[in-house]
């Protein structure tokens, strides 16, 4: 078999998992009963699927039933189902809006890359107007969405998701999948959907960010402490560095400095000092014109967000960790 899509499973029911089951069905150019399958892991829930439901297609399902341990253990289950040559994770409430996306893979596939980074597409709807728009996200690093990898590749590198993280948990995954290879690729042709959802915490919820940044620092920390132990010192540094400029500047944005969400800001604060008390050699030790690179980078893309001048310096914020 060429690819398998593996699909963690929790609350979500036939009716809500069955357009991206659908979106696999009517795929063109590939041959669905030999060289596609899926597999599907339920998260330790009672929302079973049932067998004469998945029989329903023409590409062979598994479908298989585990105790409830959060979606980078159920990514990782699905991972050791996998047979096929080269897998892709994709999540229930999502699907392929591109009749052709298979074609698309298969057509890269026959480049033998470890990994594929994809354009895809986000679907957004407006909280005031109900109105629908459709944004394409490139070369992203942070989402699961549109990433294929060589299941060998997988293996022999032993990259699998931190079971120790449930939210934010993309972006370790994927950082490892892309630095550890120099075989991977970037595709230009969108095929993934994120669908939108209406009970979605991380798409309706305006303070979610400020809710989850403690676990943003948890999934760098995760992946800088990752990276030292495999020896890859100058990309932990990259990270730390990012890391240390990114939640800099994020502090310095309204939202934060607004009173009424000094609950979060508290909270974040003190994970953050955590962090670089724990990395603060490797921040001291890097090059300031490094620094200076990776703080114009961060600092621009900040600054489209909405951030207004900073209202103290960095090194005056480190001083208080």
């Given at each position: 078999?060429?690819?398998?899509?593996?699909?963690?499973q929790?609350?979500?029911?036939?009716?809500?998992?069955?357009?991206?089951?659908?979106?696999?069905?009517?795929?063109?150019?590939?041959?669905?009963?030999?060289?596609?399958?899926?597999?599907i892991v339920?998260?330790?829930?009672?929302?079973?699927l049932?067998?004469?439901?998945?029989?329903?297609?023409t590409?062979?399902i598994?479908?298989h039933?585990?105790?409830?341990?959060?979606?980078?253990?159920?990514?990782?289950?699905?991972l050791?189902y996998?047979?096929?040559?080269?897998?892709?994770?994709?999540?229930?409430?999502?699907?392929?809006?591109?009749?052709?996306g298979?074609?698309?893979?298969?057509?890269?596939?026959?480049?033998?890359?470890d990994s594929?980074?994809?354009?895809?597409?986000?679907?957004?709807?407006?909280?005031?107007?109900?109105?629908?728009?459709y944004?394409?996200?490139e070369?992203?690093?942070?989402?699961v969405h549109?990433?294929?990898?060589k299941?060998?590749?997988l293996?022999?590198q032993?990259?699998r998701?931190n079971?120790?993280?449930?939210?934010h948990?993309d972006?370790?995954f994927?950082?490892?999948?892309?630095?550890?290879?120099?075989?991977?690729i970037?595709?230009?042709?969108?095929?993934?959907?994120?669908?939108?959802?209406d009970?979605?915490?991380?798409?309706?919820?305006?303070?979610?960010?400020?809710?989850?940044?403690?676990?943003l620092?948890?999934?760098?920390?995760?992946?800088?402490?990752?990276?030292?132990?495999?020896?890859?010192?100058?990309?932990?540094?990259?990270?730390?560095?990012?890391n240390?400029?990114?939640?800099?500047y994020?502090?310095?944005?309204?939202e934060?400095?607004?009173?009424?969400?000094?609950?979060?800001?508290d909270?974040?604060?003190?994970?953050?000092?955590?962090?670089?008390?724990?990395?603060k050699?490797?921040?001291?030790?890097?090059?300031?014109?490094?620094?200076?690179k990776?703080?114009?980078?961060?600092?621009?893309?900040?600054?489209?967000?909405g951030?207004?001048?900073?209202s103290?310096t960095?090194?005056?914020?480190?001083?208080?960790?």
């Open positions: 078999m060429t690819l398998q899509i593996l699909i963690p929790y609350m979500e029911d036939e009716t809500i998992i069955k357009p991206l089951l659908d979106s696999i069905e009517i795929q063109q150019s590939v041959d669905l009963a030999n060289e596609v399958g899926a597999v339920n998260d330790g829930t009672d929302v079973h049932s067998r004469e439901f998945l029989d329903g297609y590409f062979p598994e479908y039933l585990h105790e409830h341990k959060g979606v980078s253990a159920t990514r990782n289950a699905c050791d996998a047979t096929a040559d080269y897998v892709m994770f994709c999540d229930a409430d999502d699907m392929f809006f591109n009749a052709c298979l074609w698309i893979i298969f057509r890269e596939i026959k480049k033998e890359f594929m980074v994809s354009i895809f597409t986000e679907e957004v709807k407006s909280r005031e107007t109900g109105e629908i728009k944004l394409n996200h070369r992203d690093s942070v989402f549109g990433k294929v990898h299941r060998q590749y293996i022999d032993n990259i998701w079971e120790s993280l449930t939210i948990e972006s370790y994927n950082t490892l999948c892309q630095i550890l290879s120099n075989n991977v970037y595709l230009a042709s969108p095929f993934y959907l994120w669908k939108w959802r009970n979605s915490i991380c798409r309706h919820d305006k303070k979610y960010i400020l809710k989850t940044y403690c676990n620092i948890d999934s760098n920390d995760a992946l800088v402490q990752e990276l030292l132990d495999r020896g890859v010192k100058d990309k932990a540094e990259m990270f730390v560095a990012t240390v400029f990114n939640s800099y994020t502090m310095n944005k309204e934060w400095i607004n009173q009424d969400n000094k609950e979060y800001r909270k974040t604060e003190e994970r953050f000092t955590e962090y670089y008390r724990k990395y050699d490797i921040w001291d030790g890097m090059p300031q014109e490094t620094k200076m990776i703080s114009t980078v961060v600092r621009n893309r900040m600054v489209i967000e951030m207004p001048m900073e103290i960095i090194d005056e914020w480190l001083k208080r960790r």
